[in-house]
């Protein structure tokens, strides 16, 4: 291949396929060969990229990714202008984006950061990206204004693994991931729970309040992300590395979610944070466990966390009466003669709802049967009582025994 000229090295430089044998491709063969003829052929290889650059889809779309990584080899600085002008042409900017963390140009980093924002991700595309841009010492506010400028959802949540990727630098406040915890796009709030956990350095209520509206998300992956951050910052950085779907939301998380949202109910999350936890008392029996715990905890938490859970107990209707029901009947009953009158009226009102107290007071166990019965007689009204009877005469009757007939031999 020595002798062939520059014009024909460079149409080789579309067969990047190695043969049967394994050995090297046409494209490898013919940038050894140029790298030979040395700097010369830069500008020659510059010219060319130039001329195919914006061309349509498809069109010498092997050649454009050939050029850009011959250029990338013989690692000239005069190749960075075409470089930066490559990232624009969806054929080439990856490969441009590589070049460009040894080849520098001044001025690449906004047109890093588009072609970022119009990448597909495919394996570690979006690393590739990130490593580029900290060898330009991104700031993470350009990062983050280019976020909020992003129209695309996928655009959006390479921008935003891209900061998640920088606050393990120490680069980024966790205020930058709070603030978007509740955007539209799952993609985009896996990277914000990611970032909250790289970015986290102490107590922060904001970015707390942030981790537990995502770990009440609708959605299970998002909801797994936000587990593992909080369960990492609260039990250490090596707690539990395991496939993301064992990060189940638990108790003590609701629990922490309803304290959350008792405290701050100025914050500009409050309403989510709050249908977060009714969505997940109606579909999630970990809410029964989250709100025992709140309301059993010794010392008594404030009346004001106590009036989050005790509204709370509606949404969950028939779960009340699953998994030791009498386990949140007692605390409701204590709370039911608490001081502050709204914890009592709504413990009262807990107990009065639905068939809570209905389905134990049947019981076939006696002393459970006679316990729920007297928690009942101190809360029930005339309506109560009525209500009662309507329930347990319509109740299935058991099935009486089969009438044997005799037949006697004579």
């Known amino acids: ?35 030979a003829r040395g700097p010369k052929v830069v500008p020659v290889l510059v010219k060319r990229l130039e001329g195919l650059l914006g061309t349509p889809p498809g069109h010498r779309h092997e050649l454009k990714g050939g050029l850009v990584e011959a250029l990338h080899r013989l690692g000239d600085r005069r190749a960075g202008p075409v470089l930066t002008a490559s ?27 588009d072609a970022l924002a119009r990448a597909v991700p495919n394996g570690s595309m979006v690393g590739d990206y990130l490593d580029t841009l900290r060898s330009y010492q991104v ?26 990727g920088l606050a393990a630098d120490g680069a980024v406040d966790a205020s930058t991931f709070a603030r ?32 537990l509206l995502l770990a009440l998300d609708e959605e299970e992956s998002v909801s797994w992300r936000a587990v593992r951050a909080l369960e990492k910052i609260r039990n250490g950085p090596d707690t539990g590395d395991g496939i993301l779907p064992h990060y189940l939301l638990t108790p003590s998380i609701y629990a922490s979610a309803i304290r959350q949202a008792a405290t701050r109910q100025e914050s500009e999350r409050a309403p989510a944070l709050v249908a977060g936890l009714e969505r997940v008392a109606r579909t999630q029996p970990v809410a029964t466990q989250g709100i025992r715990e709140v309301i059993t905890r010794v010392p008594e938490p404030p009346v004001v ?15 009340l ?81 089969k009438r044997r007939l005799l037949f006697w031999r004579r």
């Open 321 to 401: 009466t699953r998994d030791d029901p009498m386990g949140l009947l007692r605390p409701l009953h204590t709370l039911s003669s608490h001081a502050d009158a709204g914890v009592a009226r709504r413990a009262k009102a807990a107990l009065r709802s639905g068939n809570l107290l209905f389905s134990q007071m049947v019981r076939e166990d006696g002393a459970l049967a006679e316990e729920a019965t007297g928690i009942f007689e101190a809360v029930a009204g005339a309506n109560d009582r009525a209500r009662f009877e309507r329930y347990a005469e319509s109740r299935p009757q058991p099935p009486r025994p």
């Open 139 to 164: 700031s993470p506010a350009k990062v983050e204004n280019r976020f909020h400028a992003e129209v695309s959802p996928q655009g959006r949540a390479n921008l935003m693994e891209v900061l998640a």
């Open 1 to 35: 291949m020595a002798k062939e000229n520059v014009s024909d090295l460079i149409e080789h430089l579309e067969y990047w396929r190695t043969g049967e044998d394994g050995g090297e491709s046409l494209r490898d063969e013919a940038i050894a060969a140029l790298k």
């Open 87 to 113: 990232l624009a042409d969806d054929a080439c900017a990856w490969g441009a984006a590589l070049a460009l963390k040894d080849i520098h140009h001044q001025g690449a980093v906004p047109a890093l950061l």
């Open 180 to 211: 978007a915890a509740g955007d539209p796009t799952r993609e985009v709030r896996w990277a914000v729970a990611d970032g909250l956990l790289a970015s986290w350095r102490g107590p922060d209520p904001d970015a707390e309040e942030a981790l």
């Open 305 to 319: 966390e106590l009036y989050v859970a005790l509204e709370l107990l509606p949404p969950l209707k028939a779960r």
